[in-house]
Nanobody
Framework: QLQLVESGGGLVQPGGSLRLSCTAA????????IGWFRQAPGQGQEGIGC????????DYADSVEGRFTISRDNAKNTVYLQMHSLKPEDTAVYYC??????????????????WGRGTQVTVSS
């Protein structure tokens, strides 16, 4: 059974940093395109970025560009979402998603077949 698990969420003050992890059970993440998403209370899901499974290129939503970074650690079978300069509007449940579709370039794929259950990030003083 393929499972994704997010971790690293928590409470952080505005301007602070967090690093979220996305780990996999049952498959090797480096063969999968990975997307990160978030959903704030009362709002729809927002795609915030992705990393491809060809050359590691990434892309980000305008709302997080320059503050968030997605990276892989293949030895640990983990994908990270490093978040800096966090704002209260970044408060949301964060999800990672994976798909074996071969993604080239930076443009994130439209659909992901596997999803984690999410981790809560709260930015508040």
């Amino acid at each position: 059974q393929l499972q994704l698990v997010e971790s690293g969420g928590g409470l952080v003050q505005p301007g602070g940093s967090l690093r979220l992890s996305c780990t996999a059970a049952g498959f090797t993440l480096d063969a999968y395109a990975i997307g990160w998403f978030r959903q704030a209370p009362g709002q729809g899901q927002e795609g915030i970025g992705c990393i491809n499974n060809s050359d590691g290129r990434t892309d980000y939503a305008d709302s997080v560009e320059g503050r968030f970074t997605i990276s892989r650690d293949n030895a640990k079978n983990t994908v990270y979402l490093q978040m800096h300069s966090l704002k209260p509007e970044d408060t949301a449940v964060y999800y990672c998603a994976a798909d074996p579709y071969k993604q080239y370039g930076r443009t994130c794929i439209a659909e992901y077949g596997y999803w984690g259950r999410g981790t809560q990030v709260t930015v508040s003083s």
